[in-house]
């Protein structure tokens, strides 16, 4: 029967480390890096019984993968702080690893807890992420922001959700679009990717259209409106702060 570690990354997730640990209880070992929290994350964590440690931040991609490379186990779960594994979705992890699963990797649905509600519509759900994977045969790629799972084959998937605790409130969704359109814009600029006045046209307004509508937040009234509002800019400024790196190709040197 194959072991499975649950890996965590952390900094300063006081708020959350304790539950996250406590929803990966049923695992085989429970592995924290944390990357200088300066909070009591690191208390807790021990205190909790995981395996922590500590080291500079390198990225979420490298983070992640030496997370992975510090566990005891070749069957990985990959968690973030602000994570919960349901019972429902423990369980199913423990009934698949009974036996060796027939593919290297699975990916979970996740299920957002935002504006007082979970919220199974918009952009947010089903969200599904490569969680569960042997790292032997997987591992995190990508650049500055949406890393995933790469794994050598086929994927499967597992039925029961993933329950996310995203944002705070809507401050705190915002604050983390501002940052995350800006390692977006960056990812897409330096991989050759360009914008034009039409794309910010176009792309926003698709966007709530397709949050809205294709994916159902009409019938979230007016939490599943304020999301799908909220992505469509998110998509805007993603594409206009590529505009702007685009502009100071043009500029004169200072």
């Known amino acids: 029967m194959p072991k499975v570690s649950v890996t965590i990354i952390s900094l300063n997730e006081s708020e959350h480390i304790a539950a996250a640990i406590d929803s990966a209880a049923w695992a085989d070992e429970i592995v924290v890096v944390d990357s200088g929290s300066r909070d009591n994350t690191v208390e807790i964590a021990r205190a909790r019984g995981a395996r922590v440690s500590e080291r500079g931040w390198t990225g979420y991609v490298d983070q992640k993968n030496h997370a992975a490379s510090l566990a005891s186990n ?19 992890i423990q009934a698949l690893l009974t036996t060796d699963p027939p593919r290297r990797g699975y990916r979970v649905p996740r299920v957002a ?29 990508g650049k500055y922001v949406h890393e995933s799972v790469t794994v050598d084959g ?24 501002n940052h995350y359109t800006t390692l977006a814009a960056r990812q897409m600029y330096e991989a050759g990717r360009r914008t034009n006045a039409l794309e910010l046209l176009i792309h926003p307004p698709a966007a709530f259209l397709r949050n809205y509508v ?14 799908s509002l909220i992505n469509a800019y998110s998509v805007f400024l993603k594409f206009a702060k590529l505009r702007e790196l685009q502009g100071k190709e043009c500029s004169p040197s200072t």
């Open 214 to 227: 294709l994916r159902r937040g009409i019938l979230d009234g007016t939490t599943g409106f304020t999301i």
């Open 74 to 92: 070749d069957w990985i779960f990959s968690l973030d702080a602000d994570e919960r594994i349901t019972p429902a979705l423990a369980g199913e």
């Open 113 to 141: 807890f935002h504006l007082g509600r979970w919220i199974r519509t918009t952009d947010f759900y089903p969200d599904p992420q490569t969680r569960l994977y042997d790292r032997r045969a997987a591992r995190f790629a």
């Open 154 to 177: 086929p994927v499967g998937r597992l039925r029961h959700e993933l329950e996310h605790y995203s944002f705070r409130d809507l401050e705190d969704q915002l604050a983390r679009i």
